[in-house]
């Protein structure tokens, strides 16, 4: 069955950076594109970052756009978000997705605080 598992989650002072890695099983990781995801208390839940399938193409919103950098390792079957220039509003618990057929991972806390 496919599992995707968050980990790299932490608190992190303001301005500081976090890697974040999700494990992924069960499927053939290198066919798919995959997203990041976060929500924070309160709110719903935001798309961060999209990686095609072989990693040659990414997205982001204006809100992450210039500090997270989405990348891939198909040999590994693992996605990352790299996450620069931290601000007290990316505090949110953050999620690694498969879009088709819409698998979500357990969640890993990042919290930004002094």
């Known amino acids: 069955q496919v599992q995707l598992v968050e980990s790299g989650g932490g608190l992190v002072q303001p301005g500081g950076s976090l890697r974040l890695s999700c494990a992924a099983s069960?499927?053939?990781?290198?066919?798919?594109?995959m997203k990041w995801y976060r929500q924070a208390p309160g709110k719903e839940r935001e798309l961060v970052a999209t990686?095609?399938?072989?990693?040659?193409?990414?997205n982001y919103p204006a809100t992450v756009k210039g500090r997270f950098t989405i990348s891939r390792d198909n040999a590994k079957s693992t996605l990352y978000l790299q996450m620069n220039s931290l601000k007290p509003e990316d505090t949110a618990v953050y999620y690694c997705?498969?879009?088709?057929?819409?698998?979500w991972g357990q969640g890993t806390q990042v919290t930004v605080s002094s």
């Open positions: 997705m498969r879009p088709q057929g819409t698998y």
């Open positions: 069960g499927f053939t990781f290198s066919n798919y594109v």
């Open positions: 990686i095609s399938s072989t990693g040659g193409s990414t």
